[in-house]
Nanobody, 121 residues
Framework: QVQLVESGGGSVQPGGSLRLSCAASGSILSIYTMAWYRQAPGKQRALVAGISSGGSTNYADSVKGRFTISRDNAKNTVYLQMNILEPEDTAVYYC???????????????WGQGTQVTVAS
């Protein structure tokens, strides 16, 4: 069984910063791509940023230059540093990871429970 546990959400004023963390635990053989998604009220869940096991990254256009995704493979943890936050960044942020749990299992997608980020004056 695999769990992704997120932390670091909260409320911040426009222009502020937050750092999200997501730690994977359980029966893990390998972790491939890790990513952050977000879902704002009334909108579909959308990719914010992703990072491969080798460290290659990709970002949504709306967060380029403001957000940075990183990972610590020794800790099975992915981070999202969010700077210059805007009200439009308000959403529930979800951690996602492609994980293989054994040699006889294919990789599968796992999700965290979500953490609320609110940007308001």
């Amino acid at each position: 069984q695999v769990q992704l546990v997120e932390s670091g959400g909260g409320s911040v004023q426009p222009g502020g910063s937050l750092r999200l963390s997501c730690a994977a635990s359980g029966s893990i053989l390998s972790i491939y791509t890790m990513a952050w998604y977000r879902q704002a009220p009334g909108k579909q869940r959308a990719l914010v940023a992703g990072i491969s096991s080798g460290g290659s990254t990709n970002y949504a256009d709306s967060v380029k230059g403001r957000f940075t995704i990183s990972r610590d493979n020794a800790k099975n943890t992915v981070y999202l540093q969010m700077n210059i936050l805007e009200p439009e960044d308000t959403a529930v942020y979800y951690c996602n990871a492609a994980i293989r749990t054994s040699v006889i299992q294919k990789r599968a997608d796992y999700w965290g429970q979500g953490t609320q980020v609110t940007v308001a004056s």
